[in-house]
């Protein structure tokens, strides 16, 4: 398959490149072959193989989500350097 160079400009266009003229050959190559891949990627018959999200099955390996009781406050807060109110007081990061 040939690609014209009205082909090859469009794609850089979209894509923001500013090729040469060496560079806009190369690229119809290189575009050609790619198109023929795909074309002969379309001749495998797929009829049989079901949709798929991945190629290998997945399994969530995380633990079931349990509520239970949370550290106290107090214990929580005993190591923190400083705390004001019952939070953890920590250094402003944004400026004002």
Known sequence: MSVDSKAVDYVTYLAKLYLDDDERDRMAE???TILEYVDHLREVDVGDVPPT???IN???VSREDVTRPSLPREESLANSPDSVLGYFAVPKV???
């Open 30 to 32: 290189q575009l050609a």
């Open 53 to 55: 999200k991945h190629v």
């Open 58 to 60: 997945l399994t969530n």
């Open 94 to 96: 944004l400026p004002d």
